[in-house]
């Protein structure tokens, strides 16, 4: 029987609807939150820094992931700067390179020399973790977040690579695997599994939990009732 309660990885929420967020903080399976630029301007937030301030004086006290937003390095020091300053939960989300593709190494070592705790963002190699990696102060924590579902999109297997990152994080013992981007139930199992440190699920995928240890027969037959229903309602026929 599996039984999330017992996993040893931490589920983090992932999204950017206030409300969906404080519920979901009172739930003891969540551990923590994170959400991006993307996710906020999907969800019609108009101030980043209203919405991030409001979100940490909600949930104090349960990791929170805030992304930078500049391009280019210097602005983005400062940015993540500003960021960490908003609480002591936060993790300031850094993207492994900026858009022209140029390494972040320079800011992740500087603001991890300066203890603010990181998120290293849209990770898709083994050669990026370990450039992250080498760029990380020993003594302040940290989340390698991989995105292992888009990984998993191009048809390539993550789970061998997540096990490689694991090994690679061993020299960081402060520092956390994310996986990042699951796809569907199955993900939170193998990713507890190979051992990552926490995954990040999107509310469509935490409903998705009721699902665990389902019996197979009984679901079999609610998806015929499904169609069968269905195809009453929209009042189908056919000649016979």
């Excluded at 997540?162 to 993900?187: F, G, H, Q, V, Y």
């Excluded at 051992?195 to 240890?213: F, P, Y």
Aim: aromatic share 8%.
């Amino acid at each position: 029987m599996l039984d999330i309660e017992n996993f040893k990885i931490k589920l983090f929420a992932d999204g950017a609807n206030i409300e969906s967020m404080i519920s979901l903080y009172k739930d003891p399976k969540i551990k923590g939150f994170t959400t991006n630029p993307t996710l906020m301007n999907k969800a019609g937030i108009k101030s980043y820094e209203t919405f991030a301030r409001q979100v940490i004086e909600a949930i104090p006290d349960k990791p929170i992931s805030f992304e930078i937003f500049a391009d280019d390095l210097d602005t983005m020091l400062r940015q993540a700067i500003r960021i960490a300053s908003w609480g002591k939960n936060v993790n300031v989300k850094i993207p492994i390179t900026n858009t022209q593709g140029e390494f972040t190494g320079p800011i992740i070592k500087e603001l991890s020399e300066k203890n603010i705790q990181l998120n290293i963002t849209a990770i898709f190699t083994i050669n990026q973790v370990k450039n992250a990696v080498a760029n990380l102060c020993s003594d302040t924590p940290a989340i390698i977040s991989v995105f292992a579902g888009r990984i998993a999109d191009t048809g390539v297997d993550p789970i061998p690579i997540m096990a490689d990152c694991l090994k690679i994080l061993e020299s960081r013992p402060k520092a956390e695997l994310l996986w990042a981007s699951p796809r569907e139930l199955l993900n939170i199992i193998q990713a507890n599994d190979v051992g990552c440190h926490i995954i990040t699920a999107t509310t469509d995928l935490l409903n998705k939990l009721s699902l665990l240890n389902k019996d197979h027969s009984i679901f079999s037959l609610e998806t015929v009732k499904m169609f069968y229903n269905d195809a009453v309602a929209a009042g189908y026929k056919i000649t016979i």
